[in-house]
């Protein structure tokens, strides 16, 4: 599924781009045809034509307003809007992109040697649809593990100019640590402080285009105004020694990928 070359990529730019600013760009590493089959196995599990017991899905909300998300509905029937799906690893198509050997590099350059899996999802806003998402973190309370994340990948499957609601970002963000415990969504007393995100920087992407996002910098998406899907998948790797700290149900185990 990588690209030509894309396996042999110098990482030390990119890295140390991450590591400085809380993001880099990669540069094209999926093979179009690739980036065509993972987009047609979205739309199969969003109309459901392809289920897994156990996958995660949250549509668009009614008025395509974040605050008017309904939480806990899951599936509502086949439809090309929804907003997320979790655990795309139970997709074979996709587990071959979350253990591709070029993130195994990145993933053992940054967490070491031994890398598990906290999440896979599809980020999807449909043509002329999908909603702003509000500035936020990926860690906190609720992600409910004993230390923090910090590598996401982001990979997209179609282009997503800055009017497809494109990643955005405000640099060096994460050097800050978490906006609060709970972390998510920033408050938007955080947010109105001038310079919170006033250097905030656009990241358009062509399909095939991915993009290191650190967990803790402060990052967002708008509508899409395309007449075209804006699909990308996330995935958040962890070191392998990280532990859930749930207590109410069984903690997690989660996914080993890179390792002995
Ligand atoms: O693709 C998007 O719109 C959002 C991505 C995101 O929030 C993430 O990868 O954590």
């Not at 929804?82 to 690893?89: A, F, G, P, T, V």
């Not at 031994?114 to 609720?142: C, I």
């Not at 408050?187 to 996002?213: H, N």
Request: glycine residues 8%; contains cysteine; proline residues 6%.
């Amino acid at each position: 599924m990588l690209l030509g070359d894309a396996l042999d990529m110098v990482l030390d730019a990119p890295l140390s781009d991450f590591a400085q600013n809380g993001y880099a760009r990669l540069g094209r590493v999926l093979a179009p045809d690739a980036a065509r089959r993972l987009g047609e196995r979205s739309d199969a599990l969003m109309l459901g034509e392809i289920k897994y017991p156990g996958l995660f899905y949250q549509h668009d909300s009614p008025t395509g307003r974040y605050e008017d998300l309904v939480f806990g509905e899951g599936w509502v029937g086949p439809s090309l809007s929804y907003r997320k799906i979790e655990k795309l690893e139970l997709d074979p198509l996709f587990s071959s992109w979350i253990e591709n050997d070029l993130f195994a590099r990145i993933a053992r350059s940054v967490l070491g040697s031994h890398v598990t899996l906290y999440r896979a999802v599809l980020w999807n806003k449909a043509p002329e649809s999908g909603m702003d998402l509000p500035w936020h973190q990926d860690d906190g309370a609720f992600w409910g593990i004993d230390r923090a994340p910090c590598l996401q990948i982001w990979t997209a499957l179609d282009d997503a100019p800055s009017d497809a609601g494109c990643v955005e970002v405000v640099p060096r963000s994460h050097l800050r640590g978490l906006a609060s415990p709970l972390g998510g969504t920033v408050c938007t007393d955080q947010l109105e402080v001038p310079e919170s995100c006033a250097d905030r920087v656009l990241l358009p992407v062509v399909a095939g285009e991915a993009l290191l996002i650190h967990n803790h910098v402060w990052h967002r998406s708008g509508k899409n105004h395309t007449r075209f899907a804006r699909r990308a998948i996330g995935i958040s790797y962890l070191s392998g020694d990280t532990r859930c700290r749930r207590k109410r149900c069984a903690p997690r185990e989660f996914r080993r990928l890179f390792g002995d």
